[in-house]
């Protein structure tokens, strides 16, 4: 899918949310478990009742990989389905992957071509060789870490190195690369005071920002500065959305969950690019 596909959807559905499908056993409602794959029973419910009011999906595949070949195989038929039955849905393959060369190129090919996904997350860590196999894709998205929603990410990418923060070391780094174009970069929620900072670097970059919901990130503090020309949001929630109830009722309930989302982004819109 192309970025303009993409902001075509956001201007249609007048929402910019991406819905995460990170699917814990434990925590999906009982009778599920009778189902040969209940994992993808789950999402397809979760699907049929939100895509109306969704941009993208984002399975995190940790929560595939943890059930071994069962596990990935939901994952396969989760974005068969998406591809099958909304193909202008964009989909995230939240997998942090990035290595050398040839072997990123390997998770590359698994991501966009065997499971066809439009977008994969990537770790910035070892640098352009390790990214630019993934950019080689067109039409798909390399989403890098840049200012992640956790506590950890102080650690490191907020500390100065020659004199400048890190996380602003890869966005400006990365804007060099070879098919820059199709990068998009992870900012969390739970960060919305580095928005500004990060708009002046990469004004018109798509942002994936995770932290909404569960995290305690707020949609409307992240908007103040998150917002580019083309919207520049895709604004994830999983468990705030797919866990909002343990009964039969689940996807209705996590429907609920995202038009609340959906009607705040579609007052966010309609005040900031109204004609
Ligand atoms: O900085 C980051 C990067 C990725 N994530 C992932 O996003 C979702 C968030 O889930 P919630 O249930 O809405 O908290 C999850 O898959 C994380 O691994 C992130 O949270 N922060």
Known sequence: MTTQELVSQINLKKSFLCIGLDVDLQKIPKHLLQEEDPIFEFNKAIIDATHHLCVAYKPNTAFYEAYGIKGWKSLEKTINYLNENHPEIFTIADAKRGDIGNTSTMYAKAFFEDLAFDSVTVAPYMGKDSV???????????????????????DFQTKKVENLELYKTV???????????????????????????????????????????????????????????????????????IYASKDKNYAKKAAEKAEELQKQMEEILNSNFSV
Not at 132 to 154: Q, R, V, W, Y
Not at 213 to 234: D, I, P, T
Request: hydrophobic share 40%.
């Open 171 to 241: 966005l400006e780094t990365s804007k060099a690369w070879q098919n820059a174009n199709q990068l998009m970069y992870v900012v969390g929620a739970t960060k919305a005071k580095y928005f500004e900072d990060i708009r002046k670097i990469i004004p018109n970059s798509f942002l994936l920002v995770p932290g909404v919901g569960a995290q305690g990130g707020n949609l409307q503090e992240v908007c103040k500065y998150g917002l580019s020309k083309n919207v520049g949001l895709l604004i994830n929630s999983s468990r705030g959305i």
């Open 132 to 154: 630019e196999p993934f950019l080689a894709f067109k039409d798909k998205h390399t989403i890098m870490l840049a200012l992640t929603s956790n506590e950890g990410a102080f």
